[in-house]
T-cell receptor
Framework: KQEVTQIPAALSVPEGENLVLNCSFTDSAIYNLQWFRQDPGKGLTSLLLIQSSQREQTSGRLNASLDKSSGRSTLYIAASQPGDSATYLCAVTPPEASGTYKYIFGTGTRLKVLA | NAGVTQTPKFQVLKTGQSMTLQCAQDMNHNSMYWYRQDPGMGLRLIYYSASEGTTDKGEVPNGYNVSRLNKREFSLRLESAAPSQTSVYFC??????????????FGDGTRLSIL
């Protein structure tokens, strides 16, 4: 059974620092991997989606990479800002769910960027 | 454009009471999802609907029923609430007809406490 892990559970960094969030999954056979942001009391906002055939995706200060063979994805945030403070979740879509996008979620990393 | 709207935002129930959580999307999406989010466990899929009139169980369907009467709305019903169903419930939708690689869009959640 696919399991998704995000370590650390919480992270505090000073403003301006470049940082990396980690996501690990136990079964390398995935259809895609998605990174989300969740603000307190809010739903999830999609950040980046990486297809299984891709190595990385970029959007502004965010860069997500995917290494299926090692079962890992990283979300790189450049020049962090207090507004980046949120919980970041990754989710994978197993191959059998390619039509339904039934995600399997990690438990998230709670990021706090200190001004 | 409201996206995904969930009602109510907060609810307190007594054990054994019933209630229906409402979800509506205005993006003409085909697929809709219900998740629950519990501390330390990430989001888990309760039910999924690929289209109007069709539903499919997710990872944790026991104690819940759903209804997809039209394309816009997907409701989640607790027939006899139990304390173990205390959670934050999220509705999501995805996929316009003919679109691919589209992420799920989430509502802001319903915070449900069962005493």
């Amino acid at each position: 059974k696919q399991e998704v892990t995000q370590i650390p559970a919480a992270l505090s960094v000073p403003e301006g620092e470049n940082l990396v969030l980690n996501c690990s999954f136990t079964d390398s056979a995935i259809y895609n991997l998605q990174w989300f942001r969740q603000d307190p009391g809010k739903g999830l906002t999609s950040l980046l989606l990486i297809q299984s055939s891709q190595r990385e995706q970029t959007s502004g200060r965010l860069n997500a990479s995917l290494d299926k063979s090692s079962g890992r994805s990283t979300l790189y945030i450049a020049a962090s800002q207090p507004g980046d403070s949120a919980t970041y979740l990754c989710a994978v879509t197993p191959p059998e769910a390619s039509g339904t996008y039934k995600y399997i979620f990690g438990t998230g990393t709670r990021l706090k960027v200190l001004a | 454009n409201a996206g995904v709207t969930q009602t109510p935002k907060f609810q307190v129930l007594k054990t054994g009471q019933s209630m229906t959580l409402q979800c509506a999307q205005d993006m003409n999406h085909n697929s809709m999802y219900w998740y629950r989010q519990d501390p330390g466990m990430g989001l888990r899929l309760i039910y999924y609907s690929a289209s109007e009139g069709t539903t499919d169980k997710g990872e944790v369907p026991n104690g819940y029923n759903v209804s997809r009467l039209n394309k816009r709305e997907f409701s989640l019903r607790l027939e006899s609430a139990a304390p173990s169903q205390t959670s934050v419930y999220f509705c999501a939708s995805r996929q316009k007809q003919g679109a691919t690689n589209q992420p799920q869009h989430f509502g802001d959640g319903t915070r449900l406490s069962i005493l």
